[in-house]
């Protein structure tokens, strides 16, 4: 049935656009002449649909990395970041020793509405128990997503009752929020941290912009860092708020579509005042058109690593059978006419770009990276050289820290043994720490990670795991950084992501470097005073 499908959407596409090849539908007639043969004589039973899944992966794989194919069990949930929003009953949880609880109620969203609360243990979903059964996040997911509308009843125990809690939740939008956090980092200088592009995006940055500059905001730095993208449109929006006038953000073409340009067009929000983005290594795409934006424009400074290089559109294609192909079909330019796609004619060389970065010393040292003349391009209004071809190039870059980083700190954090115990100590500390700390600003001026703590946190970690032995000299080593983290994951469980942020961006070195050039005189070194 696929392979039908298939065969109809690549006819209908070819006719919509006018050019049904002979050729082309020969070759389609040959992949299905395959298929059939397969069918009629290969020696087993074979799963039609997914050998045309595999060929559709493999065919697309060919072309460029950024197409792709998404089966139609996994479209709603490749929708949801985009659309930032999902359905469901709105909480963050964690499965913690095959218990499932509550880390979190989504504000506004049905399980706030009707009680439930952080610390709380779900263990019967519709009438199906769910404690000590080995539940997977996955499983939690299938059960507690659902259609707009619908109910799902859960039991609850809550450590302040003695018999458990019953709730009938009714499903219901939940939004996906793209900013992270925004704070006043020092007394003139606001933070907002994006976490993605998505339809959401515009107004909740809109909302942190209003807020920051209620509160005195004279300077702003937008971090990027880790931000992988998202909608095109949402970084065209984002531009708009920074930049004047009918300025170009974009554009982009391909051979089946022609020059599209994206353009400034209404009174933003913060068009004056000093400006720095920070990137990294995994700032990507959306990323990449508003940092390249402000950069071509002189608007404001890059600060950070290079960003990751993607310049290629992709549209999204549905398939008839609920299937979806997100498709490559153009190239987007900045504004002086980079195009910062990497290479990708090898794609074993492209997946393991990265590494070889940090393996070449380019997180380390600018100075290791090597652009030909014919990448080079200038700004719009001050003729700064920039770059393309790879990336969006700071202004001012930053090498990566790695002091207290050491295998056991890895150990710690990428096996999930520091979110885990930071949940655990919250959970049977709720009131504690809420009576000790009232206010997130007593906590962060006040609480500190004792060695205690510290102790907890290796022996909840032995337990988990083993395996994992106890080095002293390294737990010493990152001794400072896992007691901010361990911290910052505290303050997360107790308020929120815009707490995390505040408490550990006390080790973003990027940041800090941004903070201390948006207010100094060497902010003015790149000609951007003007924008003041």
Do not use: C
Not at 192 to 205: A, D, G, H, P, Y
Request: charged residues 25%; without cysteine.
């Amino acid at each position: 049935m696929k392979r039908f499908l298939l065969f109809s959407a690549i006819l209908s596409t070819s006719t919509a656009f006018g050019q049904v090849d002979a050729a082309k539908i020969a070759t389609t007639q040959k992949f299905d002449e395959v298929l059939t043969y397969v069918n009629q004589l290969y020696l087993d039973d074979v799963d039609d649909e997914q050998l045309t899944d595999v060929a559709i992966v493999s065919l697309l794989e060919k072309l460029d990395p950024h197409s792709t194919y998404i089966s139609k069990e996994e479209v709603d949930e490749a929708n949801q970041q985009i659309d930032g929003n999902f359905v469901g009953i709105g909480i963050r949880f964690q499965i913690l020793k095959d218990t499932l609880i509550v880390v979190a109620t989504i504000p506004g969203g049905p399980s706030e509405r009707l009680g439930l609360l952080p610390g709380d243990k779900i263990v019967v979903i519709d009438d199906e128990n769910v404690a000590g059964i080995g539940l997977k996040n996955k499983e939690v997911r299938d059960r507690l997503l659902g259609d707009k509308g619908t109910k799902v009843t859960v039991k609850v125990k809550r450590k302040t009752k003695n018999e458990p809690l019953d709730f009938v939740i009714t499903r219901d939008v939940i939004p996906l929020h793209s900013v992270d956090a925004h704070y006043m980092i020092t007394p003139e200088t606001g933070y907002i941290k994006l976490n993605s592009f998505s339809r959401s995006t515009r107004s909740e940055v809109q909302e942190a912009l209003i807020a920051l500059k209620d509160q005195g905001m004279k300077n702003l730095v937008f971090d990027l860092q880790n931000n992988g993208g998202g909608l095109l449109y949402a970084a065209k929006f984002l531009a708009d708020e920074f930049l004047s006038d009918e300025k170009l953000i974009v554009y982009s073409e391909g051979r089946a579509q022609p020059r599209v340009d994206l353009n400034a067009g209404k009174k933003g929000l913060w068009e004056s005042g000093r400006l720095i983005m920070l990137t990294n290594e995994y700032s990507a795409s959306a990323s990449e058109i508003l940092s390249g934006a402000i950069q071509d424009w002189d608007r404001g400074l890059i600060v950070g690593r290079r960003s990751y290089g993607k310049g290629l559109v992709q549209r999204p294609i549905d398939l008839t059978d609920g299937s979806q192909i997100r498709l490559t079909i153009a190239r987007y330019y900045t504004p002086s006419g980079r195009w910062i796609q990497k290479p990708y004619d090898d794609l074993e060389a492209y997946r393991n770009d990265l590494s070889d970065r940090y393996e070449n010393g380019e997180f380390n040292s600018a100075d290791s990276i090597d652009f030909p003349d014919s990448l080079k391009f200038e700004t719009l209004v001050n003729k700064r050289t920039v770059y393309g071809g790879g990336g969006i190039m700071p202004d001012y870059f930053v090498p990566i820290d790695t002091t207290g980083i050491t295998d056991y700190y890895t150990e710690l954090t990428s096996g999930g043994h520091l979110t885990k115990f930071s949940s655990t100590y919250v959970n049977d500390n709720r009131e504690d720490l809420l009576a000790d700390y009232p206010g997130f600003s007593d906590f962060k001026e006040s609480f500190e990670v004792s060695d205690d703590l510290l102790g907890e946190l290796v022996d909840f970690a032995m337990e988990e795991d083993k395996e994992l032995e106890l080095d002293d000299s390294q737990l010493e080593e990152s001794r400072f950084l896992l007691s901010l983290r361990l911290k910052a994951y505290i303050a997360q469980n107790l308020w929120g992501f815009s707490e995390f942020y505040q408490v550990y961006n006390d080790s973003n070195e990027i940041l800090q470097k941004a903070i201390e050039i948006i207010e100094s005189e060497s902010y003015n070194e790149y000609g951007l005073s003007a924008t003041e």
